[in-house]
């Protein structure tokens, strides 16, 4: 605390103040309202110039003070709005960076798909390829069948004719004999060509299965995708 003299109006005042500077301040101020009221009201006495000098600057400082709660309450509006800008920008980028990474993953879905339609193309393909080898099956049993008549028309008649006193020729005899081991050898290799063609479209069908499900997969995650982007938005 340091001591201030203060003069007002020929009365001196020994102060204490731990801040002389802004006494000496109030001092100024106050001989300066003195000086513009006792212009203003000459005929008015030292005490009542006085008086409405502090009643003015009381006023000035009130004012001042409610003008500084102003801009303090609107300081602080600002301040409230500034936050639910950036808010608002963070939950702006925010977005934006989910519907980026929701766009790249729909492009990356669609190459997928793109490449599951080439492998469906060629699974339809494949099913085509199937209905032929079932149409060539079906030839081939048939074919087969003719042949199994002609190998049991063949033993009656070598039965009949064995059983007859005449005894067939050598000739027939080879002849039969060779037909018989077509007949066997055929059978065989159908048999073996029927069970890698069965195989083949056991194969084929969980291939197209297996394609299907992918399929609806991938349209079932780029539906998804596509609603959660606009949930975002």
């Not at 605390?1 to 204490?16: A, P, Q, T, W, Y």
Request: hydrophobic fraction near 35%; aromatic fraction near 4%.
């Amino acid at each position: 605390m340091e001591k201030v003299k203060v003069s007002i109006s020929g009365h001196d005042f020994n102060l204490r103040s731990d801040n002389p500077e802004r006494l000496r301040a109030a001092e100024s101020e106050l001989k300066k309202k003195i000086s513009q009221i006792s212009e203003a009201a000459a005929g008015m006495s030292l005490t009542d110039t006085v008086i409405l000098s502090a009643l003015d600057i009381a006023d000035e400082a009130e004012s001042a003070k409610n003008d500084c709660d102003m801009y303090k309450k609107q300081s602080e509006e600002l301040k409230k709005q500034l936050e639910e800008y950036e808010q608002h920008g963070s939950n702006m980028k925010s977005a934006q960076e989910e519907l980026s990474a929701a766009q790249d993953r729909i492009k990356l879905l669609e190459t997928e798909n793109n490449e599951l339609i080439a492998e469906n193309d060629k699974a339809l393909a494949l099913k085509e390829e199937n209905a032929e080898l079932v149409e060539k099956n079906k030839a081939l049993e048939n074919k087969l069948a003719q042949l199994e008549t002609s190998w049991n028309n063949l033993k009656r008649d070598y039965a009949r004719s064995h059983n007859k006193k005449d005894d067939v020729s050598g000739a027939n005899e080879q002849e039969i004999a060779v037909l018989k081991d077509t007949v066997n050898t055929y059978e065989k290799t159908f048999d073996e060509y029927v069970k890698q063609k069965s195989a083949e479209i056991a194969e084929l069908n969980d291939e197209l299965n297996a394609l299907k499900k992918k399929y609806s997969d991938l349209n079932q995650q780029m539906s998804e995708i596509v609603n959660d982007g606009q949930m975002t938005l």
